[in-house]
């Protein structure tokens, strides 16, 4: 199974600063196919079900503010929030959808500083 | 608007079954592969199957195989997953969701609760 491991699990950052969460796969996530990285984020509010925010590492889902990006290669991804806002509050989670068992990464609390 | 609910959770005792159900409307449900995605009161997401457009090909992690079924009824436009031999870390939420990953739709999810 592929694992993924997202850092750091807890994050507090000021309302307009830069939040950076990490997500690294025990193995690649390159489908040679498309030549896309099979990598997907995910916001998670209180009591709420998830959320896509971004998926093939950097395409921002439809409706997802530009604040929102993603970014990385081989085994190594990154989501960057450029400017907090204080509805960005929740767990973001990292998904490998490139096979199955499909898994997530563990999660990052992210809270206002 | 895509909407997907699901019903059939609850109480349920170590052993026993459940079968949850999930209605989606708002899309053409036969052309998409569905996932049932779980969540651990307190805990991280979990991927527990999924299933593809016609039903022909599930697809299950290897800790599930054997006690989840997945199944679809595309003339009802309603994905299943029946759920055998419950253990107490089966406990819950249970959410259906649109696609095998990059999972773009998803439902507020269902309470199973599995003690004695």
């Known amino acids: 199974d592929i694992v993924m491991t997202q850092s750091p699990d807890s994050l507090a950052v000021s309302l307009g600063e830069r939040a950076t969460i990490n997500c690294k796969s025990s193995q690649s996530i390159l489908y040679s196919f498309d030549n896309k990285n099979h990598l997907a984020w995910y916001q998670q509010k209180a009591g709420q079900p998830p959320k896509l925010l971004i998926y093939?590492?950097?395409t921002r889902e439809s409706g997802v503010p530009d604040r929102f990006s993603g970014s990385g290669s081989g085994t190594d991804f990154t989501l960057t929030i450029s400017s907090l806002q204080a509805e960005d509050v929740a767990v973001y989670y990292c998904?490998?959808?490139?096979?199955?068992?499909?898994?997530f990464g563990q999660g990052t609390r992210l809270e206002i500083k | 608007e895509v909407q997907l609910v699901e019903s059939g959770g609850g109480l349920v005792q170590p052993g026993g079954s459940l079968r949850l159900s999930c209605a989606a409307s708002g899309f053409t449900f036969s052309n998409y592969d569905m996932s049932w995605v779980r969540q651990a009161p307190g805990k991280g997401l979990e991927w527990v199957s999924s299933?593809?457009?016609?039903?022909?090909?599930?697809y299950y992690p290897d800790s599930l195989r054997g006690r989840f079924t997945i199944s679809r009824d595309n003339s009802k436009n309603t994905l299943y997953l029946q759920m055998n031999s419950l253990r107490a870390e089966d406990t819950a939420v249970y959410y259906c969701?649109?696609?095998?990953?990059?999972?773009?739709?998803w439902g507020q999810g269902t309470l199973v609760t599995v003690s004695s």
């Open positions: 093939w590492t950097s």
């Open positions: 998904q490998q959808c490139y096979t199955t068992p499909i898994t």
């Open positions: 969701a649109k696609e095998r990953g990059k999972n773009d739709y």
């Open positions: 299933i593809s457009p016609s039903g022909g090909s599930t």
